[in-house]
Nanobody
Framework: QVQVVESGGGLVQPGGSLRLSCAASGSVFSILAMAWYRRGPEKTRDLVAIISSGGGTTYADSVKDRFTISRGNAGKSTVDLQMNNLKPEDTAVYYC???????????WGQGTQVTVSS
């Protein structure tokens, strides 16, 4: 079992920045990748960014050059999402997903709200 906790959401003006953090605990030795998803007003949960255990990253086209996913200070069981130049369309609940090495098992955090508004 893996427990996933996100933090760092909030209200920010357009053009501003926020940093989200995700910490996994439990059976973290079997983590394959960690990712951020978001669910906006349209209610679909879409991939924002993912980082593999080897450090490779992938981003959604809508956030490239604005968002950066990276390992947190605690190593491979933590991940941060630095969000710069935020836009109103980035408003969503952001979820951290932990994918295990079997490629099928995944754990989700409870989500953290990000609101971009003037």
């Amino acid at each position: 079992q893996v427990q996933v906790v996100e933090s760092g959401g909030g209200l920010v003006q357009p053009g501003g920045s926020l940093r989200l953090s995700c910490a996994a605990s439990g059976s973290v030795f079997s983590i394959l990748a960690m990712a951020w998803y978001r669910r906006g007003p349209e209610k679909t949960r879409d991939l924002v960014a993912i980082i593999s255990s080897g450090g490779g990253t992938t981003y959604a086209d809508s956030v490239k050059d604005r968002f950066t996913i990276s390992r947190g200070n605690a190593g491979k069981s933590t991940v941060d999402l630095q969000m710069n130049n935020l836009k109103p369309e980035d408003t969503a609940v952001y979820y951290c997903k932990v994918l295990m090495r079997d490629g099928r098992t995944a754990y989700w955090g409870q989500g953290t709200q990000v609101t971009v508004s003037s």
